[in-house]
Structures are given as structure tokens and as C-alpha cells.
């Protein structure tokens, strides 16, 4: 499961932060102002889960 998130974590990365954020890549769509927040916050959210799960099955 930690895998799969962190795939799915990487691949968005690849795709919005590489096309969007820094405006690069074979497809790039320019650059992006909007939505930065949120792919952060979705980034510490899962980091965080993360987190508490690995620490509650090690307890």
C-alpha cells in the first residue's frame, strides 16, 4: 500500500509538477500558477498517513 502511494505520488509529480510548475517536459502546457496549495497539502497529508500508520503497526 505504502508503495502504491508513493508511486501514485511520483507520477504526479511527474506529470503536474514537470508540466505545469516548472513548465518543461516533451508536453509541456506552459507555466501553471493555480493548484500549487493543494498538491501540497496532499503531499503532507500523505506523508502524515503514512506516518501514523507505519508508527501504529510497529507499536
Do not use: D, P
Amino acid at each position: 500500500a505504502v508503495s502504491a502511494i508513493l508511486g501514485f505520488l511520483f507520477v504526479l509529480m511527474t506529470w503536474y509538477g514537470v508540466n505545469f510548475l516548472l513548465g518543461r517536459g516533451l508536453h509541456s502546457y506552459g507555466n501553471g500558477s493555480g493548484g500549487v496549495e493543494w498538491i501540497v497539502a496532499y503531499l503532507i497529508f500523505e506523508v502524515v498517513f503514512m506516518t501514523v500508520v507505519a508508527v501504529r503497526r510497529l507499536k
